[in-house]
């Protein structure tokens, strides 16, 4: 990974949801390294390696779901400046607003476009992480 290269995490445990976020990332044309952890487990032995500068996770996995993974990363000061974008199929509003309260910074609902998850991770990675947390009202949490 170079300097200028981003580093994130995806929480997946779909292989073709991967695959279809990775393609999407490469066309934003933004110099991203990816790690992947394929269930809640994984993620937080990643998360100790080093802390990443974006969370991509998604809700439904095993081990540890999406939420209770929000839960322990936001009670653990190390990771305070941590942005977590939910990735996820899941609409219901109960589970929108858990990540909300939980701490999670936006809720990206995984298109079945291709270009307009290449569009909502540009909004994502042209936003300013270094130092300031972005934490939307309710009515633009959901992106």
């Not at 990974?1 to 990775?22: C, G, H, N, T």
Request: proline content about 5%; aromatic content about 10%; overall charge negative.
């Amino acid at each position: 990974m170079s300097k200028l290269e981003r580093d994130i995490i995806v929480a997946e445990d779909d292989p073709d949801d991967l695959l279809f976020f990775e393609m999407a990332v490469k066309k934003t044309e933004i110099p991203v390294s990816i790690r992947h952890a394929k269930d809640g487990t994984v993620l937080f032995v990643l998360l100790k390696d080093k802390v990443p500068e974006l969370l991509f996770l998604d809700i439904n996995m095993p081990c540890k779901d999406g939420v209770s993974c929000i839960r322990e990363i936001r009670q653990s000061k190390e990771y305070d400046n941590l942005p977590i974008i939910m990735f996820t199929a899941n609409l219901y509003d109960k589970i929108i607003e858990d990540c909300y309260r939980n701490g999670a910074n936006f809720y990206l609902v995984k298109p079945d476009n291709f270009v307009q998850l290449t569009e909502k991770l540009k909004q994502v990675f042209s936003l300013d992480w270094n130092g300031v947390m972005h934490y939307p009202a309710m009515a633009h949490f959901r992106i």
